[in-house]
């Protein structure tokens, strides 16, 4: 099993849609979840933290369920400007090393 | 200006020739890391270096080296590049002091082995 495994898609979306990515990861003792933004030929940037208490930011909802070892991404109204490759980020331990997913395409079309 | 900076943008090279690849930062991190990313295969770990006199391997090193010259400086040599080490480098940056050692990367340096 692959130590965090997405759906590459492509997601294909009309704007104002919603639509939820999912990945999951191996390795239990993970401590920290990230949902990185990489963008055609450019570099990842962090869109947002995850916690286990699951958290929002404006129309981006990220959610953890350690139990199940998976991670979530909802988009809610997608706009044209969030067509990007998301990619699922596990930091395995304390080295500060993070582990990640292969990314899901995400196209947002008019 | 950026906080991460990597050099050169571009890089097209022949097989058997030394390169090497430099990325600076202003942010302050004592933490750097250089990734390689290869469509379908994701980011995967090179080297990463926790201070000046930290240097550790990662997922996929060999053929590859680093210097960690300063805090701000980290830069990955390929002695003898070969095709295969075609791909997209980034090198990054992190604060373990921040939230969950959230990674700031460079622009990325595409490089092409003839």
């Known amino acids: 099993r692959k130590e965090v495994e997405q759906d590459p898609g492509p997601f294909n979306v009309p704007e104002g849609a919603t639509v939820a990515f999912n990945c999951t990861y191996s390795?239990?003792?993970?401590?920290?979840f990230f949902w990185y933004r990489q963008d055609c030929r450019k570099e990842p940037k962090l869109l947002m933290s995850?916690?286990?208490s699951g958290n929002e930011d404006g129309r981006f909802t990220a959610q953890l369920n350690r139990a199940s070892q998976y991670i979530s991404l909802l988009i809610r109204d997608s706009k044209l400007s969030d067509s990007a490759t998301y990619l699922c980020v596990v930091n395995v331990g304390s080295q500060g090393n993070l582990i990640f997913g292969k990314g899901t395409k995400l196209s947002v079309k008019p | 200006d950026a906080d991460v900076t990597q050099t050169p943008r571009n890089r097209i090279t022949k097989t058997g020739k030394r390169i090497m690849l430099e990325c600076s930062q202003t942010k302050g991190h004592d933490r750097m890391y250089w990734y390689r990313q290869d469509p379908g295969l994701g980011l995967r770990l090179i080297y990463y270096?926790?201070?000046?006199?930290?240097?550790n391997k990662g997922e996929i090193s060999d053929g590859y080296s680093v210097s960690r010259q300063a805090q701000a400086k980290f830069s990955l040599s390929l002695e003898s590049a070969i095709p295969n080490q075609t791909a997209l480098y980034f090198c990054?940056?992190?604060?373990?002091?921040?939230?969950?050692?959230?990674?700031?990367f460079g622009p990325g340096t595409r490089l092409t082995v003839l």
């Open positions: 990054a940056t992190s604060d373990p002091s921040g939230v969950g050692d959230t990674q700031y």
């Open positions: 390795n239990s003792a993970s401590q920290s």
């Open positions: 995850v916690y286990s």
């Open positions: 270096s926790f201070d000046v006199k930290d240097i």
